[in-house]
């Protein structure tokens, strides 16, 4: 079982609660006219969104059943809180953490760099595979992992090292969703990180909103592993409140886990903010989020692109910057070749 399997499960799940099966799509919710026109609030979305990553049926706005209500009772004693044990997530490789640090001091010069990545051979391989993509073809071949690390540049570097630690989280088998859910969580990450770079611009440091944008979402595959293990009986239906507080719960696991990743404060004020976004990083990761999530479902046809959010800006960003920002993510993810060197 490699490292990070363990955070999502490796083995065959438990028997537990059976959702429904992951599909190859999500279920269309097709939007009705003068709702897209109105706007959707942003929870509506949200839901949406829940239901697309896990191939999960549309439901009606109605009360939990009650078996709903005890599966959320047993999901908040194991994971609600602070009660989740975070001894059970795997710690980061000790050269991840120095290089999230190191990659904060701009004069850290490129053979300090070169000799902690060095330490860390899928990283070095995540680096020249980039370095050797399209968008930095050079004339001279790379002689070294110095030169690759120069040419690629301290914003880009930053990206790669924060993409080779959330990737394989995000890919692993999250328990009966299987890898559909976790591709789909990835695109949702690898979007909302660089619309959070976009919108932070003159608000946070943009390394710390990509970190913030990657890492929003990292604790629904751990709450998914949760209901799979642990829970017994099947939902046929699942309401609004019911994936309302599952997300609740997932999100309070997302920043259990960055504190235990010991991410930078700014992204641990950040994502602790999620409901209320008061700072300015804040209120970019929310924005962010919602702007991924809408631009990713509508690439699958599940929601209306130009679809209004409700509260999208977070009152800080105008309808003008987020058209904007969306537009900027259907030319970044126009195709599948994706490159790490784009951050102003």
Same mark, same amino acid.
């Given at each position: 079982m490699s490292f990070w399997a363990k955070l999502f499960g490796g083995a065959a799940p438990a028997p537990g609660v059976r959702m429904a099966p992951t599909a190859?799509?999500?279920?269309?919710?097709?939007?009705?006219?003068?709702? $897209?026109a109105q706007g959707l609030p942003a929870a509506a979305v949200e839901d949406r969104f829940f239901r697309f990553v896990f191939s999960l049926p549309a439901s009606a706005d109605i009360a939990p059943s009650e078996r709903e209500q005890q599966a959320l009772q047993r999901l908040d004693d194991i994971c609600g809180g602070?009660?989740?044990?975070?001894?059970?997530?795997?710690?980061?490789?000790?050269?991840?953490?120095?290089?999230?640090? $190191?990659?904060?001091?701009?004069?850290?010069?490129?053979?300090?760099?070169?000799?902690? #990545?060095?330490?860390?051979?899928?990283?070095?391989? =995540? #680096?020249?595979?980039?370095?050797?993509?399209?968008?930095?073809?050079?004339?001279?071949?790379?002689?070294?992992?110095? *030169?690759?690390i120069v040419l690629l540049g301290q914003v880009g570097l930053r990206q790669v090292v924060s993409m080779h630690v959330m990737k394989p989280i995000l890919l692993a088998n999250a328990g009966?969703?299987?890898?559909?859910?976790?591709?789909?969580?990835?695109? *949702? $990450?690898e979007r909302c990180a660089h619309a959070a770079v976009y919108l932070s611009k003159g608000l946070?440091?943009?390394?710390?909103? *990509?970190?913030?944008g990657l890492v929003s979402n990292t604790g629904i595959g751990a709450v998914a592993r949760a209901l799979d293990k642990e829970l017994s009986g099947a939902l046929a239906v699942y309401t609004p409140q019911f994936i309302a507080s599952v997300a609740r719960i997932a999100a309070e696991l997302t920043l259990q886990a960055a504190r235990?990743? %010991?991410?930078?404060?700014?992204?641990? %004020?950040?994502?602790?903010?999620?409901?209320?976004?008061?700072?300015?990083? !804040?209120?970019?990761?929310?924005? $962010?989020?919602?702007?991924?999530?809408? %631009?990713?479902? !509508? =690439?699958?046809?599940?929601?209306?692109?130009?679809a209004v959010i =409700?509260?999208?800006?977070?009152?800080?960003?105008?309808?003008?910057?987020?058209?904007?920002?969306?537009?900027?993510?259907?030319?970044?993810?126009? !195709?599948? %070749?994706?490159?790490y060197g784009n951050i102003q």
């Open positions: 190859t799509r999500a279920v269309p919710l097709p939007l009705e006219p003068e709702t $897209a602070d009660r989740y044990d975070v001894r059970s997530l795997p710690r980061m490789p000790t050269v991840l953490p120095q290089l999230l640090r $190191a990659l904060k001091n701009d004069d850290l010069n490129g053979a300090k760099l070169a000799e902690l #990545i060095g330490r860390d051979p899928v990283l070095v391989g =995540e #680096i020249m595979r980039v370095i050797g993509s399209v968008a930095y073809r050079v004339v001279q071949p790379i002689t070294s992992l110095q *030169h690759a009966m969703f299987g890898q559909v859910a976790g591709q789909r969580l990835w695109d *949702h $990450a946070c440091d943009p390394f710390e909103a *990509h970190l913030a235990y990743w %010991e991410l930078p404060p700014n992204v641990l %004020e950040a994502l602790a903010e999620r409901g209320t976004a008061t700072l300015p990083m !804040s209120q970019v990761l929310h924005a $962010a989020n919602l702007a991924a999530m809408v %631009e990713l479902m !509508s =690439e699958h046809q599940t929601i209306e692109r130009d =409700e509260g999208e800006g977070a009152g800080r960003f105008t309808p003008l910057q987020l058209a904007r920002c969306r537009q900027d993510l259907r030319r970044q993810f126009a !195709s599948n %070749e994706q490159t």
